[in-house]
Nanobody, 132 residues
């Protein structure tokens, strides 16, 4: 089990940028693929981006492609999400979540969006508000 703590959220104007961080409690972090998932008003949970355990393969939702970049530093047990060109519809609570099985990674949207079966530990989230 990993304890996950997100940070870096805040209020930003449309077109602005934010960098979210997810700090994990132990060295087991490097064994697991990770995702960013958000909860937006009126849309429920929405998968955003994923990274395999070493960080060599990443996948982004279509709305995030070209604007968001997921990365990780396994030496620091930290996952990142660099967000640019933010839009009001990006407003929501952003969570990091750990894949259930070590070294397992899937890149299909069906798998990445199966929140109950694919993921185990979740952080408490960080609020992102995009507004003028």
């Amino acid at each position: 089990e990993l304890q996950l703590v997100e940070s870096g959220g805040g209020l930003v104007q449309p077109g602005g940028s934010l960098r979210l961080s997810c700090s994990a409690s132990g060295d087991a972090f490097r064994m697991y693929a990770m995702s960013w998932i958000r909860q937006t008003p009126g849309k429920g949970l929405e998968w955003v981006s994923a990274s395999n355990a070493p960080g060599s393969s990443t996948t982004h939702a279509p709305f995030a492609e070209g604007r968001f970049t997921i990365g990780r530093d396994n030496a620091k047990n930290t996952l990142y999400l660099q967000m640019t060109a933010l839009r009001p519809e990006d407003t929501g609570v952003y969570y990091c979540a750990r894949f259930r099985e070590p070294y397992y990674y899937c890149a299909s949207y069906a798998c990445l969006g199966s929140f109950d079966s694919t993921y185990d530990d979740w952080g408490r989230g960080t609020q992102v508000t995009v507004s003028a």
